[in-house]
Each structure stands twice: as C-alpha cells, then as structure tokens.
C-alpha cells in the first residue's frame, strides 16, 4: 500500500502524527521530518523517554501515554522492534503504522493490517508530503525561477 493515490489519501485525511523516536536534535532527520510537517499543519506527538519536550510540543514516555486520538505511528526505530510498536499502535488505536524510510517488516505489517490499520513502509513522511504537495520549495528545491532556457554562467 504504497501507491500515490493511497498516500495522498492518508495525507489528506490524517493530522495527528504520533513519532516515535523523534530526537531533540536538530540534525536528525526525525527532528527535520517533524518538524516539517509541525509547519505544515499537522498536530505532532513526540514521544521519547529522554525528552520532556521537542520541538515546542510535550513529549511522552511511550504511546499509551498519549491522552488524545493518534491517526498515524510514524516510527523511527530499529526494524526488528517494528512488530512491538505496531501492538501498540493497535491498542491506541491509530489509523495508519508508518515505518520510515528504510525500514520494512512484514510481520509488523501483517499485525497492523490484521487489526484494520494502514500501513505504509520504507518511506519518510516529509519527503512523501513534499512530494505529493508541492513541499519541496522547504528544502531549496523550487527556485522560484520558471524558465526553458539554461542559466548563463560568468566566468570571473
């Protein structure tokens, strides 16, 4: 289920995204990731045990201690604890288990797809909004330039 269409669709109708391993520090692409989406709208869950606060939102323990609905587990974790998390991610009741970018494992998605929830592996979030919302001015991408024709080079 990693189609376009479906992407889209989760995107669209999901706004509160619970990360999982979301670090405090800047250069992580997990904090750059929720951070992104943060500025894009989207109601972000940090939870991490080593943090009281990230990203000027209250971080939690571990997802059952979250006390709002969680529509996606964003999960930036080892592969092999994938399984555990998407437990978790059932007993809360998330619509959607996300695995990041690089992280695929079936037996997770087998236990989330069992218990009615999405699931979406080996893509980041942040990159995928991007790309199917025009996000990628973010990063430096979009000049704001359009034009056919190449940039005149000035040797000095």
């Known amino acids: 289920m990693t189609d376009i269409k479906s992407l889209r669709r989760i995107l669209n109708n999901y706004r509160t995204i619970a990360v999982v391993g979301l670090s405090g520090k800047w250069h992580r692409p997990s904090f750059f990731a929720a951070k992104y989406m943060l500025e894009h709208g989207y109601n972000i869950i940090p939870v991490n045990p080593n943090y ?29 604890t994938m399984p555990e998390y998407a437990r978790q991610a059932v007993s809360i009741g998330a619509q959607v288990l996300w695995m990041q970018l690089g992280i695929v494992n079936n037996e997770a998605a087998n236990i989330a797809h069992s218990a009615g929830l999405e699931v979406v592996m080996d893509h980041c979030v942040k990159i995928e909004h991007a790309r199917l919302f025009g996000g990628l001015n973010f990063i430096g991408v979009n000049t704001g330039v359009i034009s056919s024709q190449r940039m005149k080079v000035i040797a000095n």
């Open 52 to 80: 009281d606060e990230i990203i000027g939102q209250k971080c939690y323990p571990d997802l059952a201690s979250i006390p709002e609905p969680v529509d996606i587990v964003d999960l930036f974790q080892k592969p092999e």
